[in-house]
C-alpha cells in the first residue's frame, strides 16, 4: 500500500444524511453509496458548520468558521490568503483538481486547486448580498415554494445540465491520470448540484418510486408555534405566500428521492471509472454534503436553520485496504476535513499550517478511536437578523441567538427536537454554562457590526461593477482545443499509443 493515497471526494448539495439507507432512511434507493457504507468508515453524527451553502463549502475547504474568515453567506467573498487543504495537498506533491459546484464568490475562483475542470452553477459576484437591515423585503434570487408547489417529473433541467457535464470531465479527468507521465497522487473534488431543489427530476428518476412509498414528515407545526427564527425562515422563502398541498408535499419528497438516485448513479459511474482507471486500490473515496434539506419537517424547507434535516450530513470514507469498516457515533463536522485531509496526504503526517484552523483530525476515528463529539456552528445568512450560534457536544444541542429564546434539545431522548428544554428549571445551570461559553467564543455584537458592514460594501460594489462594462468573476474552464485529439504536432502513431489505456506492451 502506497504511504501517501489518491484522493476522491464526492460531494452532493442539500443533501440530507437521513434520507440515505446508511443512515436509516427507508425509501431512497443508494445501492451504490449503500455499497461504500458497508466496507467504509460511516460518521453517523456529522454535521455542517453553517446551513447554507457558500459558507459551508468555505469552512468545509479552510477549516475554519464563517466568522473566521468573513464568508458569511452566498455572496460572502472568500478570501485568496486563506489556506485550503487544497493549498496544503498541492504543497505535499499532489496534483489537485476540482469538477463542479463550489460556490467561491469573488475574482479567485480556484483556491488551490491546479485544475477546475468545470465552470460553477451559481454567480461569483456579489448580487446574492443579504440585507439585515431591510429584512421583511424578501430577496428576488432566493428560494421560493415554487419549487414544492410545482415539483414533478421532467425531461430535462439546468442542474442536470450542469451534473452531467460534471460528472463527465470528472471521469475524463480519472482517465487522463491513468495515462499520464504525472505520477503525483492525486485529489480529485467532485461536487454535483443534486439533489438540491427545485424538487424536479427526469422522468425515470421520478418513476423509480411511487406515491405509496413516500414517506411524510414526522413532525408538523403551525406558524404560530414556530420559534422566532424559523418564523422568519418561513416568511424568506415565502412559506406565507404559497401553503403547499399534501399532494404538492408528496411529489416534492419523491422528486428529491428521485435526485438522490441520480446522484447514487453517478457515485457508481465514478467508481467504475476508478476502477477501469486502475485508480481504485489506493483511492480514499469521501462521500459528503454541504447541507441538508429540511423537506417539509416541522414545516420547514430547504435549510438555513440548526434542525438536524437541515444541518446532519452524511460524511463515509472509503477505503478498506487503510480503515476497517466501522460505525463513528460522535459527533464531528466539515471544519475537521481539512487537517484530516492535510494529514493524511503529508509525508509523515505532520503538516506545517500556515493559518489557524478550527478543525481536529479524523484520523484516530477512521484508525478505530473516536472522533471529537463536538460541532460548532454559525448561521449569518438571509432569514437571520443577528448571528445565530449552535454547540453540539455529547447528547444536546444548544442554539443561541441575541434576539430570540435560547433552543436546548437532547438529541438521545427526542432526535425528532420537540422539547426545546431551555426553559426548564433542572436545565438552567446547564443553559447557563452554554451561554458562558458562547460568550467566551463569539463577540456577538461585533460580529453582527462585521456583517452588516460586509453587507454594505458588498451592495455597493455590486452596484459600482454593474455600471458600464461588467467584467464576470465567473470561472471559464480552459480548453486548448490545438492539444486535443490529433493534431500535426505530433506523430500519429505516438499520440494514438499515448492516448490508449492501458497502453499495449
Given at each position: 500500500?502506497?504511504?501517501?493515497?489518491?484522493?476522491?471526494?464526492?460531494?452532493?448539495?442539500?443533501?440530507?444524511?437521513?434520507?440515505?439507507?446508511?443512515?436509516?432512511?427507508?425509501?431512497?434507493?443508494?445501492?451504490?453509496?449503500?455499497?461504500?457504507?458497508?466496507?467504509?468508515?460511516?460518521?453517523?453524527?456529522?454535521?455542517?458548520?453553517?446551513?447554507?451553502?457558500?459558507?459551508?463549502?468555505?469552512?468545509?475547504?479552510?477549516?475554519?468558521?464563517?466568522?473566521?474568515?468573513?464568508?458569511?453567506?452566498?455572496?460572502?467573498?472568500?478570501?485568496?490568503?486563506?489556506?485550503?487543504?487544497?493549498?496544503?495537498?498541492?504543497?505535499?506533491?499532489?496534483?489537485?483538481?476540482?469538477?463542479?459546484?463550489?460556490?467561491?464568490?469573488?475574482?479567485?475562483?480556484?483556491?488551490?486547486?491546479?485544475?477546475?475542470?468545470?465552470?460553477?452553477?451559481?454567480?461569483?459576484?456579489?448580487?446574492?448580498?443579504?440585507?439585515?437591515?431591510?429584512?421583511?423585503?424578501r430577496p428576488g434570487w432566493y428560494h421560493t415554494m415554487d419549487s414544492v408547489t410545482k415539483a414533478g417529473p421532467c425531461t430535462r433541467t439546468n442542474q442536470v445540465d450542469f451534473d452531467d457535464e460534471?460528472?463527465?470531465?470528472?471521469?475524463?479527468?480519472?482517465?487522463?491520470?491513468?495515462?499520464?507521465?504525472?505520477?503525483?497522487?492525486?485529489?480529485?473534488?467532485?461536487?454535483?448540484?443534486?439533489?438540491?431543489d427545485p424538487y424536479v427530476i427526469p422522468e425515470p428518476y421520478w418513476n423509480r418510486y411511487t406515491d405509496d412509498e413516500i414517506d411524510m414528515p414526522r413532525v408538523r407545526i403551525a406558524d404560530a408555534?414556530?420559534?422566532?427564527?424559523?418564523?422568519?425562515?418561513?416568511?424568506?422563502?415565502?412559506?406565507?405566500?404559497?401553503?403547499?398541498?399534501?399532494?404538492?408535499?408528496?411529489?416534492?419528497?419523491?422528486?428529491?428521492?428521485?435526485?438522490?438516485?441520480?446522484?447514487?448513479?453517478?457515485?457508481?459511474?465514478?467508481?467504475?471509472?476508478?476502477?477501469?482507471?486502475?485508480?481504485?486500490?489506493?483511492?480514499?473515496?469521501?462521500?459528503?454534503?454541504?447541507?441538508?434539506?429540511?423537506?417539509?419537517?416541522?414545516?420547514?424547507?430547504?435549510?438555513?436553520?440548526?434542525?438536524?434535516?437541515?444541518?446532519?450530513?452524511?460524511?463515509?470514507?472509503?477505503?478498506?485496504?487503510?480503515?476497517?469498516?466501522?460505525?463513528?457515533?460522535?459527533?464531528?463536522?466539515?471544519?475537521?476535513?481539512?487537517?484530516?485531509?492535510?494529514?493524511?496526504?503529508?509525508?509523515?503526517?505532520?503538516?506545517?499550517?500556515?493559518?489557524?484552523?478550527?478543525?481536529?483530525?479524523?484520523?484516530?476515528?477512521?484508525?478505530?478511536?473516536?472522533?471529537?463529539?463536538?460541532?460548532?456552528?454559525?448561521?449569518?445568512?438571509?432569514?437571520?437578523?443577528?448571528?445565530?450560534?449552535?454547540?453540539?457536544?455529547?447528547?444536546?444541542?444548544?442554539?443561541?441567538?441575541?434576539?430570540?429564546?435560547?433552543?436546548?434539545?437532547?438529541?438521545?431522548?427526542?432526535?425528532?427536537?420537540?422539547?426545546?428544554?431551555?426553559?426548564?428549571?433542572?436545565?438552567?445551570?446547564?443553559?447557563?454554562?452554554?451561554?458562558?461559553?458562547?460568550?467566551?467564543?463569539?463577540?456577538?455584537?461585533?460580529?453582527?457590526?462585521?456583517?452588516?458592514?460586509?453587507?454594505?460594501r458588498r451592495h455597493f460594489v455590486y452596484a459600482a461593477l454593474r455600471q458600464g462594462r461588467f467584467t464576470p468573476w465567473d470561472h471559464q474552464p480552459i480548453r486548448d482545443a490545438t492539444r486535443a485529439?490529433?493534431?500535426?504536432?505530433?506523430?500519429?502513431?505516438?499520440?494514438?499509443?499515448?492516448?490508449?489505456?492501458?497502453?499495449?506492451?
Open positions: 500500500m502506497a504511504d501517501r493515497p489518491n484522493i476522491l471526494i464526492l460531494m452532493a448539495d442539500q443533501l440530507t444524511a437521513g434520507a440515505l439507507p446508511a443512515y436509516g432512511g427507508k425509501v431512497a434507493r443508494t445501492p451504490h453509496i449503500n455499497r461504500l457504507a458497508d466496507a467504509g468508515v460511516v460518521f453517523e453524527s456529522f454535521y455542517c458548520n453553517s446551513p447554507l451553502c457558500a459558507p459551508s463549502r468555505f469552512s468545509f475547504l479552510s477549516g475554519q468558521l464563517p466568522s473566521r474568515i468573513g464568508g458569511y453567506d452566498n455572496a460572502a467573498e472568500f478570501p485568496a490568503e486563506v489556506p485550503t487543504f487544497a493549498h496544503y495537498l498541492r504543497q505535499a506533491g499532489y496534483q489537485t483538481a476540482l469538477s463542479g459546484k463550489m460556490h467561491f464568490c469573488g475574482p479567485d475562483q480556484l483556491h488551490g486547486f491546479e485544475e477546475r475542470l468545470t465552470t460553477d452553477i451559481y454567480p461569483a459576484d456579489f448580487g446574492w448580498t443579504p440585507d439585515w437591515t431591510r429584512f421583511d423585503t460534471v460528472v463527465y470531465a470528472a471521469r475524463q479527468k480519472l482517465f487522463d491520470v491513468a495515462r499520464g507521465n504525472d505520477r503525483r497522487p492525486f485529489c480529485l473534488v467532485v461536487s454535483m448540484t443534486h439533489p438540491h408555534d414556530q420559534d422566532p427564527h424559523a418564523r422568519r425562515v418561513r416568511h424568506v422563502i415565502g412559506l406565507g405566500l404559497q401553503s403547499p398541498s399534501e399532494a404538492q408535499i408528496r411529489a416534492a419528497r419523491r422528486a428529491y428521492y428521485g435526485a438522490v438516485s441520480y446522484v447514487d448513479d453517478q457515485v457508481g459511474s465514478l467508481l467504475a471509472t476508478l476502477k477501469d482507471a486502475r485508480l481504485d486500490a489506493n483511492t480514499v473515496i469521501a462521500v459528503i454534503a454541504d447541507h441538508g434539506d429540511m423537506l417539509g419537517e416541522r414545516d420547514l424547507w430547504y435549510k438555513m436553520n440548526f434542525f438536524e434535516g437541515a444541518c446532519r450530513i452524511p460524511l463515509i470514507v472509503h477505503a478498506p485496504g487503510r480503515f476497517k469498516p466501522r460505525r463513528v457515533r460522535e459527533s464531528a463536522s466539515l471544519l475537521d476535513l481539512l487537517p484530516t485531509l492535510a494529514e493524511l496526504g503529508t509525508p509523515g503526517g505532520r503538516p506545517q499550517y500556515a493559518a489557524v484552523h478550527d478543525g481536529r483530525s479524523l484520523l484516530p476515528a477512521l484508525e478505530g478511536g473516536a472522533a471529537p463529539d463536538e460541532v460548532i456552528g454559525e448561521y449569518l445568512g438571509e432569514g437571520a437578523v443577528a448571528p445565530l450560534v449552535m454547540i453540539r457536544r455529547e447528547r444536546y444541542k444548544f442554539v443561541h441567538t441575541p434576539v430570540d429564546p435560547d433552543q436546548l434539545y437532547d438529541l438521545a431522548a427526542d432526535p425528532d427536537e420537540r422539547a426545546n428544554l431551555a426553559t426548564r428549571p433542572e436545565h438552567a445551570a446547564q443553559v447557563a454554562d452554554y451561554r458562558t461559553e458562547v460568550g467566551r467564543r463569539w463577540a456577538l455584537p461585533r460580529l453582527h457590526e462585521q456583517v452588516l458592514a460586509s453587507q454594505r485529439y490529433i493534431r500535426n504536432d505530433q506523430g500519429l502513431n505516438d499520440l494514438e499509443a499515448m492516448a490508449r489505456f492501458p497502453r499495449l506492451g
